[in-house]
Nanobody, 125 residues
Framework: QVQLAESGGGLVQAGGSLRLSCAVSARTSTAYRMGWFRQAPGKEREFVATISWSGATTYYADSVKGRFTISRDNAKNTVYLQMNSLKPEDTAVYYC??????????????????WGQGTQVTVSS
């Protein structure tokens, strides 16, 4: 059973930074693409960033490009999301997820089969 656990969320002022971590329980996780998604109240879960299993390829939503950085440490089975220049509209529950072996698009929630419980990020203005 694969388990994902996010941490690092909290309350921060606009312009501040947070670093989210996602610890993955299974050793096989290193062979999978990983992603970060977020969900604000009353909105659908949306794509934030994704990283290939090697870490060589990353992709970001336009809304966070240039401010957020996804990375991974396969030796620690951990994926990170460094969030800088945070804005109030970044307020949401942030989820990490592990991609399926085969998938259509790494931007779609349906392409991921294991999810963490989420961590709340609140950005005050």
């Amino acid at each position: 059973q694969v388990q994902l656990a996010e941490s690092g969320g909290g309350l921060v002022q606009a312009g501040g930074s947070l670093r989210l971590s996602c610890a993955v329980s299974a050793r096989t996780s290193t062979a999978y693409r990983m992603g970060w998604f977020r969900q604000a109240p009353g909105k659908e879960r949306e794509f934030v960033a994704t990283i290939s299993w090697s870490g060589a390829t990353t992709y970001y939503a336009d809304s966070v490009k240039g401010r957020f950085t996804i990375s991974r440490d396969n030796a620690k089975n951990t994926v990170y999301l460094q969030m800088n220049s945070l804005k109030p509209e970044d307020t949401a529950v942030y989820y990490c997820a592990r991609a399926r072996v085969t998938y259509q698009s790494s931007l779609d929630t349906s392409s991921y089969d294991y999810w963490g419980q989420g961590t709340q990020v609140t950005v005050s203005s």
